[in-house]
């Protein structure tokens, strides 16, 4: 689906749609699979990366709002969409830097057992 949007370039936009499969479908998936997706935003480590994520970007939109709030002269709505940008990049970047540091963590934990089983 195409949507145009109002303004001087008349861009087009287009909107994702997800479709989701049920249990019984062909699709070849397992009855099991939804209870497991449902566990998995259910865990702390998901928890905890949307907590990271929505800090970094309220912090980045708090950022974009105290330091362009002088001056006038720019349009509004490119500001806003220029601050809502660089809030999903902050917030992609502090999800990106908080899972590397949980796949380091559990790297050195693999071979530290690996090293102990050894002796």
Known sequence: MAKKA????????S???????SAGSKGGGSPDMGEAFVKLLQSPLVAEL??????AALASLAEQGFAHRSGGG???GKRAGRAV????????????RRLS????????AAKESKAGAKA
Not at 50 to 55: G, L, N, S
Not at 101 to 108: A, D, G, L, Q, Y
């Open 101 to 108: 540091t949980e796949i380091e963590e559990i790297r050195k």
């Open 50 to 55: 949307v907590a990271v994520a929505a800090t």
């Open 15 to 21: 909107k994702a749609v997800a479709k989701v499969s």
């Open 74 to 76: 720019g349009s509004t």
């Open 85 to 96: 940008k660089a809030a999903g990049a902050a917030a992609a970047a502090a999800v990106g």
């Open 6 to 13: 109002t303004g001087k370039g008349k861009k087009t936009a």
